[in-house]
């Protein structure tokens, strides 16, 4: 959660992290109960329900990936940067980098804390813009 660097992304990423502290904290216990108590079908039992915690464990994880990758996502595709490797002078004068084409749309992004920004004719992503009006 402390690598997301988006607050609003951020906020998103607390719920997830939060489940897999807790799940992951009692599939931790299970096991280590399970080799405590030492008998054979307690063992086993104490597998069983560490697995059926660790399904929300996995869960929590899999949706901090997700978060964490669109963070990457958008620090690398921004106005700035995409200008910069483009070698684009005039912020006016902002072209597609795959067909070159000057049609530039946008849209929200399905995280809806983002724009995104396409080429109308290729639809080509070229970067992402904060939404400012996202609370």
């Known amino acids: 959660m402390f690598t997301i ?26 096991i280590i109960m399970g080799f405590v108590v030492g008998t ?31 963070d990457d996502l958008m620090a690398r595709k921004t106005l700035p940067h995409y200008m910069k490797i483009n070698a684009i002078k005039d912020i006016n004068n902002i072209n597609c980098s795959n067909c070159g084409a000057g049609k530039i749309a946008n849209r929200n992004h399905s995280s809806k804390a983002f724009r995104e ?3 109308g004719v290729c639809g080509e992503t070229l970067y992402y813009a904060e939404r400012k009006d996202f609370i």
Do not use: D
């Open 5 to 30: 660097k988006n607050k609003h992304l951020r906020k998103q990423a607390i719920g997830p992290t939060i489940t897999m502290l807790v799940f992951g904290a009692v599939v931790a216990a299970v």
């Open 40 to 70: 054979e079908k307690k063992e086993m039992s104490s597998w069983l329900i560490a697995a059926f915690f660790s399904i929300f464990f996995l869960s929590g994880y899999k949706r901090y990936r997700i978060l964490k990758k669109y």
């Open 117 to 119: 920004f396409y080429c």
